[in-house]
């Protein structure tokens, strides 16, 4: 995740145990748990880094391999009190089956804006996120994510937040993972304690439809713990 305030030059690593490796309302580990990490760099209000997460296609028909490794760089700044950020990311597969099945390498242009309400209680941040997609994993034409968020301060030094999305799949390749556009939902408890982050999230899925079983997350909660060098 990277600050949409950078300010310094900076270098960061990150490394996340998650019980569940979940992607937009859905799973991208089969409802398995998953090592992820990262590495950010940054530079006034420049920044560039990779991520990579252990993956499992359960019964995804056509999907393989066991890691994804997604790269990007961008720009992050306050304008006008408007947290700002524009960032081009390419999904990867390494390992992907090679006998033209389906190949998910994906760009996407992600965008976001995001204000902060120090003066109402909880201080609220509302952040509005819009991402675009070219050819959003072997769905045959362009897609757009669109989510909007809030995220509170609680006592002790919790936080909670909330964010709703709508993701819409283009083409609708029977090739692609998503048969069908589909709004999710989810609700998490965060806390940072000794050093790590803790997260606790609940999942739910409106009318998704997809090729694999058990590949939209529906009344699931997803616990994660991370911890940055």
């Known amino acids: 995740c990277i600050s949409s305030a950078a300010s310094d030059v900076y270098k960061r690593q990150t490394l996340t145990f998650t019980q569940d490796y979940t ?22 209000a420049w920044f560039a880094g990779a991520w990579a997460s252990s993956t ?17 760089f961008g720009w992050a700044d306050n304008v006008g009190g ?14 992907q089956d090679t006998d033209g099945s389906r190949d998910d390498t994906t760009f996407e242009l992600w965008t ?28 045959g034409d362009d897609s757009l994510y669109s989510s909007l968020g809030v995220a509170f301060s609680l006592p002790a030094g919790f936080g909670i937040d909330f ?15 998503f048969a069908d556009d589909y709004d999710h939902w989810a609700v998490g408890v965060t806390k940072s ?12 899925n409106e009318d998704v439809k997809t090729i694999g079983e058990g590949f939209a997350l529906d009344g699931d909660v997803v616990f994660s713990v991370s911890r940055s060098f």
């Open 23 to 44: 992607f937009r309302g859905t799973t991208f580990s089969d409802s398995d748990p998953a090592i992820q990490g990262s590495f950010d760099w940054g530079n006034g």
């Open 56 to 72: 499992n296609a359960g019964d995804a028909d056509g999907v393989s391999g066991t890691m994804e490794v997604d790269y990007y």
């Open 82 to 95: 408007v947290d700002l950020m524009v960032m081009p990311l390419w999904y990867t597969f390494p390992g």
């Open 112 to 139: 976001s804006a995001g204000m902060g309400f120090d003066n109402i209680p909880g201080s609220p941040y509302l952040t509005l996120s819009l991402n675009w997609s070219d050819e959003y994993f072997d769905n």
């Open 163 to 177: 964010v709703y999305g709508h993701q819409d799949v283009g083409g609708k390749n029977s090739n692609d993972f």
């Open 193 to 204: 304690a000794a050093g790590f982050d803790f997260d606790m999230r609940y999942h739910e």
